[in-house]
């Protein structure tokens, strides 16, 4: 049975992106997998006053469960009011492939699902795009679709190559297939690992630093497009206070380098209106519970381990939506 996503209490993205173009901040777009995750998303997030996407990818979906995940998403929007406020919730499908997912997430009361064709030959792109609108407007859900590809591997997302979204393409793009938000390629990139490390410079203490983001492709695109939606993905900054800590209880990173922050901070004053942060909390969450497993090895209740991961979670995204992305006050 269908179930609407205003009947959980969500919202979708149109509102929330026209206040944050015009407000000059990003909405943050949390990936989650289990519950631990999407308590310190609230949690961060009610503290703070500002409003949330919660993104899920299909793996996660798998991983959680449909039915599960819809009523997880209710008890989110329960939840926040029960913590004292309560702020717009977001349920968005993250690179959904194909026609058929997004229905089934639609149907399972997501209210906001990505269409990725990036991969795709152009037409075909907007052939898929365009089908994807078509069915989650008549729903009243919002679209993001994808213009460029971006390297790196989340999920089943695997890309070798980057290629930078055109500018050219974006205003046909956008009238064609009539998506609400675009999202674009100008340097960030999905996991741990964004950049080669032949691509970067090196700090005196040996931290990777990575290349500038591609502004200049960015001021274009607003310039084609003013005042639409624009998003960006792979945005995670790898904080080298977690990698040290992951490394230190025995966990393993080669060459981790992120995005800066203070980069995601200039994108989130222009028209980005939506920043994806998966692998920042995957880390944040390792390195926790890898601290309390190696001082504690007699541990063995998960709630002993997955509390700490959660609290370091909430530290993490309160961080990120004061700090980095400005939405905090913003609900």
């Known amino acids: 049975m269908a179930t609407s996503y205003k009947e959980l209490g969500l919202v979708n993205t149109k509102e929330l992106f026209a206040k944050a173009v015009k407000g000059g901040y990003a909405i943050p777009a949390y990936n989650f997998n289990n519950l631990e995750q999407l308590q310190a998303i609230i949690q961060a997030c009610v503290e703070t006053k500002s409003p949330v996407i919660l993104q899920v990818s299909s793996g996660a979906r798998k991983y959680a469960n449909a039915t599960l995940l819809k009523n997880l998403a209710k008890g989110a929007v329960e939840y926040a009011k029960e913590l004292g406020y309560s702020i717009p919730i977001v349920l968005h499908l993250d690179h959904g492939d194909s026609l058929e997912l997004v229905k089934s997430c639609i149907e399972g009361g997501f209210s906001s699902v990505m ?15 365009k089908s994807v609108v078509e069915y989650a407007h008549a729903h009243d859900v919002t679209v993001e679709g994808e213009l460029g590809v971006l390297a790196g591997i989340e999920d089943e997302v695997v890309a070798e190559h980057s290629s930078y979204t055109k500018p050219e393409e974006v205003i046909d793009f956008v009238k064609r297939t009539g998506v609400d938000s675009l999202a674009i390629s100008i340097g960030t990139s999905h996991g741990a690992v964004k950049f ?43 904080p080298i206070e977690y990698v040290r800590q992951l490394e ?27 920043i994806n942060i998966d692998s920042d909390g995957r880390l944040a969450m390792t390195a926790a519970i890898r601290k309390v497993l190696t001082e504690s090895p007699a541990e063995f209740d998960p709630r002993k ?6 609290d370091e979670l909430k530290k993490l995204y309160s961080h990120k939506n004061k700090e980095v992305l400005g939405s905090a006050g913003r609900a």
């Open 196 to 238: 080669k490390a032949e691509q970067c410079t090196r700090s005196a203490d040996g931290i990777l630093i990575p290349p500038t983001l591609r502004f200049d492709i960015l001021e274009e695109i607003e310039k084609k497009l003013p005042g639409f939606p624009i998003v960006l993905h792979g945005s995670s900054s790898v």
């Open 305 to 310: 381990y997955l509390g700490p991961a959660r």
């Open 248 to 274: 230190k209880f025995g966990g393993k990173l080669k060459d981790p380098v992120g995005i800066p922050e203070e980069q995601l901070r200039r994108a989130a004053k222009s028209a980005v209106c939506k």
């Open 115 to 129: 269409i990725d064709g990036s991969h795709l030959p152009y037409e075909e792109n907007i052939k898929l795009t």
